[in-house]
């Protein structure tokens, strides 16, 4: 049994993590303006709606019925560059029919065309929003970090979101 001075540290233990994570959450939509919707785990995914290089726009509903796994990067950052061999497999092992990858490109068009020219992919590249709040931000990205993946159920539902360089086993066990 616990002594009652135990007890207390441990209420206050406690009270401190609960503080903490509500400080954390907290923080996390503080950079979110006003107004803006936050995509969060469990919830539906909201409408997404991006143009590819060619200017074609490709809508998240496009997909419905299918696992898709969204995946924002950059040309400049490297360890964006060094997932996409195991985002190109994946898309390839699971076809036209499974589940797919929508790459989404924060960066200059012109840069990913140079880039994608010299390292083609399988999936779709589309062009993110840059200005505030972008799209990576809106999709859970408080930190604008890159990579930053998004996986969204057949259902339409947010499943997970990494932040990092996906590798080839998170992949199957996302897929």
């Known amino acids: 049994m616990l002594s ?3 007890l207390v540290i441990l209420a206050v233990a406690v009270l401190a993590a609960a503080l903490g994570g509500w400080l954390q959450h907290e923080s996390r939509l503080a950079r979110v303006p006003a107004g803006a919707v936050v995509a969060q785990v469990g919830e539906p995914a909201h ?3 991006l143009p590819d290089l060619q200017g074609h726009p490709h809508r998240l509903a496009d ?3 299918r696992r898709v796994l969204l995946n924002f990067w950059a040309s400049w ?3 964006c560059l060094d997932e996409l061999p195991a985002l ?3 898309q390839a092992k699971f076809g036209e029919n499974g589940p797919i990858v929508l790459g989404i490109a924060m960066d200059e068009p012109a840069r990913i ?3 994608l020219d010299h390292h083609p992919v399988r999936f779709p ?3 993110g929003r840059m200005e505030s709040p972008s799209t990576s ?3 859970g990205d408080s930190g604008e970090i890159l990579p930053y993946s998004v996986l969204i159920g057949a259902d339409g539902r947010v499943i997970a979101t990494h932040r990092g360089p996906l590798d080839a086993a998170m992949l199957d066990h996302w897929f």
């Open 77 to 79: 950052c490297g360890p």
């Open 88 to 90: 190109d497999e994946a």
């Open 125 to 127: 590249i589309l062009l």
């Open 47 to 49: 409408a997404l709606e």
């Open 137 to 139: 931000l809106l999709w």
């Open 4 to 6: 009652r001075d135990n």
């Open 113 to 115: 065309r140079a880039f």
């Open 63 to 65: 997909y419905h019925g």
